[in-house]
């Protein structure tokens, strides 16, 4: 009885490992995106003035994957930026359907059933 509460408390730990380094990576990788980005729109972007008295709509339509994988192709900065804020909201989205996954591989039912509850909350909340 012993041996399976350490055997379970280690896995819990190993758990909470990979889940925190799941989210160390995302963020980073994110982030790493995001800086890419935002420095090529500076280069390319930097020393122009802006014109307020002159309203130009941007010709770049990220409102679907299509448009923005063109724009990542063309190594556009906004479609890049736009990508790191997409990975960015992916990686808590990834952490909690791994989670789905961990508690499946423990057999603690109640815990998938709430995450999974969790999960469909936010694959909804990017639907308008």
Same mark, same amino acid.
Not at 21 to 26: D, E, F, P, S
């Given at each position: 009885m012993i041996k399976a509460q350490s055997e379970?408390?280690?896995?819990?730990?190993?758990?909470?490992?990979?889940?925190?380094?799941? =989210?160390? #990576?995302?963020?980073?990788? %994110?982030?790493? !995106? @995001?800086?890419?980005?935002?420095?090529? &729109?500076?280069?390319?972007?930097?020393?122009?003035?802006?014109?307020?008295?002159?309203?130009?709509?941007?010709?770049?339509?990220?409102?679907?994957?299509?448009?923005?994988?063109?724009?990542?192709?063309?190594?556009?900065?906004?479609?890049?930026?736009? =990508?790191? #804020?997409?990975?960015?909201? %992916?990686?808590? !989205? @990834?952490?909690?359907?791994?989670?789905? &996954?961990?508690?499946?591989?423990?057999?603690?039912?109640?815990?998938?059933?709430?995450?999974?509850?969790?999960?469909?909350?936010?694959?909804?909340?990017?639907?308008?």
């Amino acid at each position: 009885m012993i041996k399976a509460q350490s055997e379970s408390k280690n896995m819990d730990r190993e758990l909470e490992i990979i889940l925190g380094n799941l =989210l160390r #990576i995302g963020v980073v990788v %994110a982030g790493s !995106v @995001l800086i890419i980005g935002a420095i090529l &729109f500076l280069v390319r972007h930097g020393s122009e003035v802006p014109s307020y008295h002159i309203f130009k709509p941007d010709s770049i339509s990220l409102s679907n994957f299509q448009d923005l994988f063109r724009g990542l192709v063309k190594f556009q900065p906004v479609p890049i930026m736009e =990508l790191g #804020i997409l990975l960015l909201i %992916a990686t808590p !989205v @990834l952490r909690v359907l791994f989670s789905v &996954f961990a508690f499946v591989y423990e057999k603690d039912y109640m815990y998938v059933l709430f995450t999974v509850i969790v999960l469909l909350v936010l694959i909804f909340s990017f639907f308008p």
